[in-house]
């Protein structure tokens, strides 16, 4: 069963973008682009933070090799799982 919570989704909404840092208003949950199948998203629990801009380049952009997408969102979730720890989010029981 693949984990899925619209409340951890919507609250990317509310964190500054994991990759460029920008909170302008168009930052929401980017999911990884690697194990899932087609029409499949990975669990809710791979999700970073990601602007428009930077959601685009990963899904979409022709800038990137796919291992430089790949490290790009690697490296997003890392700082985003620092950020909600240090932060207060996420508390842990």
Do not use: F
């Amino acid at each position: 069963m693949i984990y899925r919570s619209r409340k951890l989704i919507e609250a990317m909404r509310d964190y500054p973008c994991s990759n460029c840092g920008r909170d302008d208003g168009t930052v929401c949950a980017a999911h990884r682009n690697e194990g899932k199948g087609m029409g499949l998203k990975v669990s809710d629990a791979l999700v970073a933070p990601l602007c428009s801009q930077c959601h685009h380049e990963l899904d979409q952009g022709k800038h990137l090799t796919k291992d430089e997408r790949r490290d790009m969102w690697n490296r997003a979730y890392i700082k985003n799982v620092q950020y909600m720890i240090e932060s207060g989010r996420l508390e842990l029981k």
